[in-house]
């Protein structure tokens, strides 16, 4: 079997996704117990327990959500859809655990204000980040209100010295990786979820940038996250990992004795309410409980995953230079079997 580095895998002749490739342990773990690898991180001034952030999607982080992850150490980006936006900001930030909102191109200034004034981390939301209109934005909100800015979505490294230049502190990665996305289908853009980090990840260290990397999209299990992280993301978004937990905003729906809760893309119908160009599907998800319960989760999965590859912290499993790639037949003999 042969192992790759990151390079040999970002010059890979196929675009790849999670689940094409798996890590693998080449050395002897210094580590007893999966509780001793520390998880934390300083994502733009903000202390994390855990590097996961919450998608500004209106099925997943409402008011709610993004008060009980910052309680759990990580951070829920609020929708810019309904009027959550609104209603957070005429709360004192001192008072609560929400740190970051999203906001739109259209977003006026009044809003602007308050959310400077609560000091928010702000993303501002788009489907394309590489557009002269996004960077102009970026450019405005920085100059003028000296926020900590994430933009997104971007699929390859071309424009990261453009977007950090305007001002961007992170940027989310990403195009049509999404289980809800359909961007890749109507437009026939997007690449493989590893293949995209890959890229941005190693422009970033060619251009010797600062920018944040988020990986958005395509994350499934808490071993995604451990693999995201180890192919260099600094965090991951997690969009239909938590669409199905009592926090996430909408109702819990009984059908066919089974409980399911609503789960959408920013640009579906259901969202948009007019007939656009439509590139998101809206579904029903399992309710999974608690947020918490699901937190717990990815934090013990990723744990695992550092004590099997000898890291005691984020920053040596980035550094981890091994990686299998599989074929579908060894995919699948890894899925459960009833």
Same mark, same amino acid.
């Given at each position: 079997?042969?192992?790759?580095?990151?390079?040999?895998?970002?010059?890979?002749?196929?675009?790849?996704?999670?689940?094409?490739?798996?890590?693998?342990?080449?050395?002897?773990?210094?580590?007893?117990?999966?509780?001793?690898?520390?998880?934390?991180?300083?994502?733009?001034?903000?202390?994390?327990?855990?590097?996961?952030?919450?998608?500004?999607?209106?099925?997943?982080?409402?008011? &709610?959500?993004?008060?009980?992850?910052?309680?759990? %150490?990580?951070?829920?980006?609020?929708? +810019? $859809?309904?009027?959550?936006?609104?209603? @957070?900001?005429?709360?004192?930030?001192?008072?609560?655990?929400?740190?970051?909102?999203?906001?739109?191109?259209?977003?006026?200034?009044?809003?602007?204000?308050?959310?400077?004034?609560?000091?928010?981390?702000?993303?501002?939301?788009?489907?394309?980040?590489?557009?002269?209109?996004?960077?102009?934005?970026?450019?405005?909100?920085?100059?003028?209100?000296?926020?900590?800015?994430?933009?997104?979505?971007?699929?390859? %490294? !071309?424009?990261?010295?453009?977007? &950090?230049?305007?001002?961007?502190? !992170?940027? +989310?990665?990403?195009? =049509?990786?999404?289980?809800?996305?359909?961007?890749?289908?109507?437009?026939?853009?997007?690449? %493989?979820?590893?293949?995209?980090?890959?890229?941005?990840? $190693?422009?970033?260290? &060619?251009?010797? *940038?600062?920018?944040?990397?988020?990986?958005?999209?395509?994350?499934?299990?808490?071993?995604?996250?451990?693999? !995201?992280?180890?192919?260099?993301?600094?965090?991951?978004? @997690? =969009?239909?990992? *938590?669409?199905?937990?009592?926090?996430?905003?909408?109702?819990?729906?009984?059908?066919?004795?089974? *409980?399911?809760?609503?789960?959408? %893309?920013?640009?579906?119908?259901?969202?948009?309410?007019?007939?656009?160009?439509?590139?998101? &599907?809206?579904?029903?998800?399992?309710?999974?409980?608690?947020?918490?319960?699901?937190?717990?989760?990815?934090?013990? =999965?990723?744990?695992?995953?550092?004590?099997?590859?000898?890291? $005691?912290?984020?920053?040596?499993?980035?550094?981890?230079?091994?990686?299998?790639?599989?074929?579908?037949?060894?995919?699948?003999?890894?899925?459960?079997?009833?």
């Amino acid at each position: 079997m042969k192992i790759y580095s990151r390079n040999e895998l970002n010059n890979y002749h196929l675009s790849l996704t999670y689940d094409d490739i798996s890590l693998v342990p080449a050395e002897i773990s210094r580590i007893k117990t999966r509780v001793e690898p520390d998880t934390k991180i300083n994502f733009l001034g903000e202390d994390l327990s855990l590097p996961v952030l919450s998608s500004p999607m209106d099925s997943v982080t409402g008011n &709610e959500m993004a008060q009980v992850l910052g309680e759990l %150490g990580c951070l829920g980006i609020v929708n +810019r $859809f309904d009027s959550s936006v609104e209603n @957070l900001v005429k709360i004192s930030s001192g008072t609560n655990n929400i740190k970051a909102v999203s906001a739109g191109l259209n977003t006026g200034d009044d809003l602007w204000e308050k959310i400077a004034a609560h000091n928010y981390v702000v993303c501002i939301d788009t489907a394309n980040a590489n557009n002269n209109e996004v960077l102009k934005k970026i450019e405005y909100v920085k100059s003028k209100y000296n926020l900590r800015v994430i933009a997104g979505n971007i699929a390859s %490294g !071309a424009t990261l010295q453009s977007l &950090e230049s305007a001002g961007t502190d !992170a940027i +989310r990665v990403g195009i =049509g990786s999404g289980s809800v996305c359909t961007t890749s289908i109507q437009t026939g853009i997007g690449i %493989g979820q590893v293949s995209s980090l890959l890229d941005v990840c $190693f422009k970033r260290e &060619e251009q010797k *940038l600062k920018i944040k990397i988020i990986a958005d999209g395509g994350i499934k299990s808490a071993g995604d996250v451990a693999k !995201a992280i180890s192919l260099g993301a600094d965090t991951v978004m @997690l =969009g239909r990992m *938590l669409a199905g937990s009592k926090e996430a905003p909408g109702e819990v729906i009984k059908y066919n004795g089974q *409980l399911w809760k609503k789960y959408r %893309g920013s640009a579906s119908f259901g969202v948009k309410m007019k007939n656009e160009f439509i590139e998101g &599907e809206e579904t029903m998800v399992p309710y999974r409980g608690t947020v918490r319960n699901i937190i717990n989760s990815i934090s013990d =999965g990723l744990r695992s995953a550092m004590s099997y590859m000898n890291s $005691f912290n984020l920053d040596e499993l980035r550094g981890k230079e091994s990686f299998a790639i599989l074929s579908n037949s060894s995919y699948l003999e890894r899925l459960p079997r009833t």
